[in-house]
């Protein structure tokens, strides 16, 4: 009679039912419960009912209020069944290395035979009676016992066999018994990738007992990887093929590993052939393993097959040269790499095979760039010894003179293939897309890549090119500066044609090759003015053309991104000829024997003749970058000049002048109206300090009396003019210097008079409403008083006790704390009439 469902489907139907059961038994008992409180309230209100909880969409709907955290009856059997299992395998391990030797040869031997044969027997009893867990659990202790049992045959009838030897060959029995009972209870899912796992010992162990060479070793680890494959492809069940795989990659790696290792260290050609089989060897698996893995997996070994194939060609065209000059012969390998898209791949596999290109491509990149970043960070070395004379070779100016650069020879070399190859890539990006399939990617975004990867490695090694070859100084710097220029025609070109990609790598460098090149000319005077020189020339040149081609791509309204990329672009080079012809000036400064503060007039040049190009520029979008780059060196120059009191004064006076001049344009009159003012004022103020005058009311006071009268006649022309404008600067040339000399003056009158002169400022901002007045004159009478006051507060507070300072500062804090809002009501109303105020 045949069971409709299955026993043990219907076993598991009743065992989900008796649970759902089980819960709503839960639930019913803790409803009766609530009742019986509501029923027989306590003196207080009855509480509210417990909410019921949402019932799963598949299980056993929950109770209004269960314990959380209870077990369900499969979790304590598992458990359970898992201690059991741990405390039987503990116990026969102790068996075995314990009480083994109180029993004789038969008994032990009866005893081991007996356990184990009934732990192999029960989960075949166990499975047609549904107790799937309990037969898993007796599954692992008998395979535990099936180890130990080839333990003690090792220690009882083969004594004399060596330990490695006979792991190999129980490690390969077991595999093929695990195998065989996996099979044979299909439902137990230890048993087989047990057998998978013993798997991956006899080859290796076998190697280990015989002594073999590394070789031997790699080809047992490869060979036990092409089994791993071939067990992942065809394997029964998801686990079996999930540990083969992983025991492909793991054993596969260290094989490749062991001979990449033998390749690389051989001495001649024939040497790296036994190797380089190996390495081709394992890209052969690895090609034979993508072939139907899944996308991931296929792309790595696509990755890895490439990279085997690399290893193995260059290695025995390699073999015997110095590691400097091997990375070439990788290089070329890697670059004939793609030509095996023309095979029938998989889309996966060849973009793996396009990956490992990349990655050799990279790799060599990585090698050559150290001569590179010394190349461009030596430079820095020469701040410490600017025109100290040209040194012995470029090598000499980097400071890198007894470094080994015959073993970094290959640099440039290495740097320039791989431009040429992306150059090419560039120019016929479309034919090699369709020749690679679906691997390349087809369009702009590919070329542009290509193309900037290009000029930007084109460029690093002709960097490195001078200090490699152990050129001299003047030729070194040459190179430089030759260099500079083309880097710069080729952005321009580029930005120009609306590459954006390659025209802003190429700018970079050139940026970057600029300032090494101009650090580089710092140990020469000649060099210095030559290069700076011509990269003023060039980077001026560089902003106009970038400038006429922005201009051109306004008018086109699809060119908005491309225009404002330019001016970007446009704005770099433009400061960076500001500043070169600030270098410029202070090595003429240096030239004429002055000193930092004497040169500082010289300096100014830089500024002046930004304000020119300002005015010329008007409505250019470089003209404010030009600008700014100006007053940087107009502040530089500034601080040239603080050593020498007289000479800041006439720097701070005449960039008040620059910045008058440029208010006299519409555009820049707010900014810098102010700024010529404040400079004026200063440069008065550091002028009467340094002629040591005591009495600056004597000079200041013939200023501010005209200024204010102006300032009268300008607001009663125009009402709506701001206090700032008719009265601050007039007001600021006599308070502050007074202020300054009432600091230092141990008499009472003129911190007196100041005070008084500062408080009827301030009344009459208050009564006008004028907010300079106001400002000027409270800040001038607050400073005053503090000054005058502070001796007597200090005696104050000298005598009172330690603990009043504190306590009236907590007082204070909780007042202002219980008036929070209200203070910061006041404080926004203040805010509000000052600013109110002209």
Same mark, same amino acid.
């Given at each position: 009679?045949?069971?409709?469902?299955?026993?043990?489907?219907?076993?598991?139907?009743?065992?989900?039912?008796?649970?759902?059961?089980?819960?709503?038994?839960?639930?019913?008992?803790?409803?009766?419960?609530?009742?019986?409180?509501?029923? &027989?309230?306590?003196?207080?209100?009855?509480?509210?009912?417990?909410?019921?909880?949402?019932?799963?969409?598949?299980? =056993?709907?929950?109770?209004?209020?269960?314990?959380?955290?209870?077990?369900?009856?499969?979790?304590?059997?598992?458990?359970?069944?898992?201690?059991?299992?741990?405390?039987?395998?503990?116990?026969?391990?102790?068996? #075995?290395?314990?009480?083994?030797?109180?029993? !004789?040869?038969?008994?032990?031997?009866?005893?081991?035979?007996?356990?184990?044969?009934?732990?192999?027997?029960?989960?075949?009893?166990?499975?047609?009676?549904? +107790?799937?867990?309990?037969?898993?659990?007796?599954?692992?202790?008998?395979?535990?016992?099936?180890?130990?049992?080839?333990?003690?045959?090792?220690?009882?009838?083969?004594?004399?066999?060596?330990?490695?030897?006979?792991?190999?060959?129980?490690?390969?029995?077991?595999?093929?018994?695990?195998?065989?009972?996996?099979?044979?209870?299909?439902?137990?899912?230890?048993?087989?990738? +047990?057998?998978?796992?013993?798997?991956?010992?006899?080859?290796?162990?076998?190697?280990?007992?015989?002594?073999?060479?590394?070789?031997?070793? !790699?080809?047992?680890?490869?060979?036990?990887?092409?089994?791993?494959?071939?067990?992942?492809?065809?394997?029964?069940?998801?686990?079996?093929?999930?540990?083969?795989?992983?025991?492909?990659? #793991?054993?596969?790696?260290?094989?490749?590993?062991?001979?990449?290792?033998?390749?690389?260290?051989?001495?001649?050609?024939?040497?790296?052939?036994?190797?380089?089989? /190996?390495?081709?060897?394992?890209?052969?698996?690895?090609?034979?393993?993508?072939?139907?893995?899944?996308?991931?997996?296929?792309?790595?070994?696509?990755?890895?097959?490439?990279?085997?194939?690399?290893?193995?060609?260059?290695?025995?065209?390699?073999?015997?040269?110095?590691?400097?000059?091997?990375?070439?012969?990788?290089?070329?390998?890697?670059?004939?790499?793609?030509?095996?898209?023309?095979?029938?791949?998989?889309?996966?596999?060849?973009?793996?095979?396009?990956?490992?290109?990349?990655?050799?491509?990279?790799?060599?990149?990585?090698?050559?760039?150290?001569?590179?970043?010394?190349?461009?960070?030596? #430079?820095?070395?020469?701040?410490?010894?600017?025109?100290?004379?040209?040194?012995?070779?470029?090598?000499?100016?980097?400071? &890198?003179?007894?470094?080994?650069?015959?073993? /970094?020879?290959?640099?440039?070399?290495?740097?320039?293939?791989?431009?040429?190859?992306?150059?090419?890539?560039?120019?016929?990006?479309?034919?090699?897309?369709?020749?690679?399939? =679906?691997?390349?990617?087809?369009?702009?975004?590919?070329?542009?890549?290509?193309?900037?990867?290009?000029?930007?490695?084109?460029?690093?090694?002709?960097?490195?090119?001078?200090?490699?070859?152990?050129?001299?100084?003047?030729?070194?710097?040459?190179?430089?500066?030759?260099?500079?220029?083309?880097?710069?025609?080729?952005?321009?070109?580029?930005?120009?044609?609306?590459?954006?990609?390659?025209?802003?790598?190429?700018?970079?460098?050139?940026?970057?090759?600029?300032?090494?090149?101009?650090?580089?000319?710092?140990?020469?005077?000649?060099?210095?003015?030559?290069?700076?020189?011509?990269?003023?020339?060039?980077?001026?040149?560089?902003?106009?053309?970038?400038?006429?081609?922005?201009?051109?791509?306004?008018?086109?309204?699809?060119?908005?991104?491309?225009?404002?990329?330019?001016?970007?672009?446009?704005?770099?080079?433009?400061?960076?000829?500001?500043?070169?012809?600030?270098?410029?000036?202070?090595?003429?400064?240096?030239?004429?024997?002055?000193? !930092?503060?004497?040169?500082?007039?010289?300096?100014?040049?830089?500024?002046?003749?930004?304000?020119?190009?300002?005015?010329?520029?008007?409505?250019?979008?470089?003209?404010?970058?030009?600008?700014?780059?100006?007053?940087?060196?107009?502040?530089?120059?500034?601080?040239?000049?603080?050593?020498?009191?007289?000479?800041?004064?006439?720097?701070?006076?005449?960039?008040?002048?620059?910045?008058?001049?440029?208010?006299?344009?519409?555009?820049?009159?707010?900014?810098?109206?102010?700024?010529?003012?404040?400079?004026?004022?200063?440069?008065?103020?550091?002028?009467?300090?340094?002629?040591?005058?005591?009495?600056?009311?004597?000079? #200041?006071?013939?200023? &501010?009396?005209?200024?204010?009268?102006? !300032?009268?006649?300008?607001?009663?022309?125009?009402?709506?003019?701001?206090?700032?404008?008719?009265?601050?600067?007039?007001?600021?040339?006599?308070?502050? =210097?007074?202020?300054?000399?009432?600091?230092?003056?141990?008499?009472?009158?003129?911190?007196?008079?100041?005070?008084?002169?500062?408080?009827?400022?301030?009344?009459?901002?208050?009564?006008?409403?004028?907010?300079?007045?106001?400002?000027?004159?409270?800040?001038?009478?607050?400073?005053?008083?503090?000054?005058?006051?502070?001796?007597?507060?200090?005696?104050?507070?000298?005598?009172?006790?330690?603990?009043?300072?504190?306590?009236?500062?907590?007082?204070?804090?909780?007042?202002?704390?219980?008036?929070?809002?209200?203070?910061?009501?006041?404080?926004?109303?203040?805010?509000?009439?000052?600013?109110?105020?002209?």
């Amino acid at each position: 009679m045949e069971h409709v469902p299955p026993p043990a489907e219907e076993l598991a139907l009743l065992d989900r039912e008796l649970v759902r059961l089980d819960a709503r038994r839960s639930q019913l008992l803790v409803r009766r419960a609530w009742l019986l409180s509501v029923l &027989t309230p306590p003196a207080g209100p009855p509480s509210a009912p417990p909410v019921p909880q949402p019932a799963a969409p598949f299980g =056993p709907p929950a109770p209004f209020a269960a314990p959380a955290g209870q077990a369900g009856p499969r979790s304590a059997q598992n458990v359970l069944l898992t201690l059991g299992g741990l405390l039987l395998t503990v116990a026969a391990i102790a068996f #075995t290395l314990v009480s083994w030797g109180h029993m !004789g040869i038969s008994g032990r031997s009866a005893v081991l035979a007996v356990v184990t044969l009934a732990a192999l027997a029960a989960p075949a009893v166990l499975l047609r009676r549904g +107790l799937f867990a309990t037969a898993e659990s007796l599954g692992a202790v008998a395979s535990v016992l099936m180890i130990l049992d080839a333990y003690a045959l090792h220690r009882v009838a083969l004594p004399q066999a060596g330990g490695a030897g006979f792991a190999a060959a129980a490690s390969a029995v077991l595999a093929v018994l695990w195998g065989g009972y996996g099979l044979l209870l299909g439902r137990l899912r230890l048993p087989l990738p +047990l057998a998978v796992v013993s798997a991956q010992l006899p080859l290796l162990l076998w190697a280990w007992s015989a002594g073999a060479g590394a070789s031997v070793f !790699g080809w047992a680890l490869l060979l036990t990887a092409a089994l791993d494959c071939a067990i992942a492809w065809s394997g029964p069940g998801l686990a079996v093929r999930v540990t083969a795989c992983v025991g492909c990659w #793991t054993t596969g790696l260290l094989g490749l590993l062991v001979a990449l290792s033998q390749s690389v260290s051989a001495g001649s050609a024939p040497d790296a052939s036994a190797s380089a089989a /190996l390495l081709l060897a394992g890209a052969a698996l690895a090609l034979a393993g993508a072939w139907r893995a899944p996308t991931g997996l296929a792309v790595a070994g696509g990755v890895l097959a490439g990279l085997c194939a690399v290893a193995a060609v260059g290695g025995v065209l390699s073999a015997g040269m110095e590691w400097g000059w091997s990375v070439p012969v990788y290089l070329v390998c890697g670059a004939m790499l793609p030509a095996a898209l023309r095979a029938p791949l998989p889309r996966p596999v060849g973009q793996g095979v396009v990956w490992a290109s990349s990655a050799v491509t990279a790799g060599a990149v990585l090698s050559a760039a150290p001569p590179v970043g010394m190349a461009l960070m030596g #430079t820095v070395s020469q701040l410490a010894r600017v025109w100290s004379g040209a040194p012995d070779g470029v090598r000499g100016a980097l400071g &890198t003179k007894g470094l080994g650069w015959s073993h /970094l020879a290959a640099a440039p070399v290495v740097l320039l293939t791989v431009a040429a190859l992306l150059g090419l890539a560039h120019r016929s990006w479309d034919r090699l897309a369709r020749a690679a399939g =679906p691997v390349l990617p087809a369009g702009a975004a590919g070329r542009s890549a290509a193309g900037a990867a290009a000029v930007a490695l084109c460029w690093a090694g002709f960097t490195a090119s001078p200090a490699v070859l152990g050129l001299s100084y003047a030729a070194g710097v040459t190179v430089q500066s030759v260099l500079v220029v083309a880097v710069f025609a080729v952005a321009v070109r580029a930005l120009r044609r609306g590459s954006g990609a390659m025209g802003t790598t190429a700018l970079v460098c050139g940026l970057t090759g600029a300032v090494s090149a101009g650090f580089l000319s710092l140990a020469a005077e000649a060099a210095t003015y030559a290069v700076f020189s011509v990269l003023l020339v060039v980077l001026g040149a560089v902003a106009a053309l970038l400038d006429g081609a922005a201009a051109r791509a306004l008018p086109d309204a699809g060119a908005v991104r491309t225009a404002r990329a330019l001016r970007i672009a446009q704005a770099v080079p433009a400061c960076g000829a500001v500043v070169c012809g600030a270098v410029l000036a202070r090595a003429a400064g240096a030239s004429l024997g002055l000193t !930092g503060d004497r040169a500082a007039p010289v300096m100014l040049l830089v500024p002046a003749v930004t304000v020119l190009l300002g005015a010329r520029l008007r409505g250019r979008p470089v003209a404010l970058p030009v600008e700014l780059a100006g007053a940087a060196a107009a502040a530089v120059a500034v601080v040239m000049a603080v050593p020498d009191l007289p000479f800041l004064a006439l720097v701070l006076a005449l960039n008040g002048v620059l910045a008058a001049g440029t208010a006299l344009r519409a555009e820049r009159r707010p900014v810098a109206g102010h700024l010529a003012v404040a400079l004026f004022v200063l440069a008065s103020w550091v002028r009467l300090s340094a002629s040591g005058v005591s009495t600056p009311e004597a000079y #200041t006071l013939p200023v &501010t009396v005209p200024a204010l009268v102006v !300032g009268v006649l300008r607001r009663r022309r125009d009402p709506e003019a701001s206090s700032w404008t008719a009265y601050g600067a007039g007001l600021a040339a006599t308070l502050v =210097p007074s202020l300054f000399a009432a600091w230092t003056d141990p008499h009472w009158l003129r911190p007196l008079l100041l005070g008084v002169a500062a408080l009827v400022i301030t009344l009459a901002g208050a009564r006008l409403r004028l907010q300079a007045l106001l400002l000027l004159g409270g800040a001038v009478l607050a400073l005053d008083a503090m000054h005058e006051l502070a001796p007597y507060v200090v005696q104050v507070v000298g005598a009172l006790p330690r603990w009043l300072p504190p306590a009236l500062a907590g007082v204070l804090l909780l007042v202002v704390g219980a008036t929070y809002e209200q203070r910061l009501r006041d404080a926004r109303r203040l805010r509000e009439t000052v600013g109110r105020m002209r």
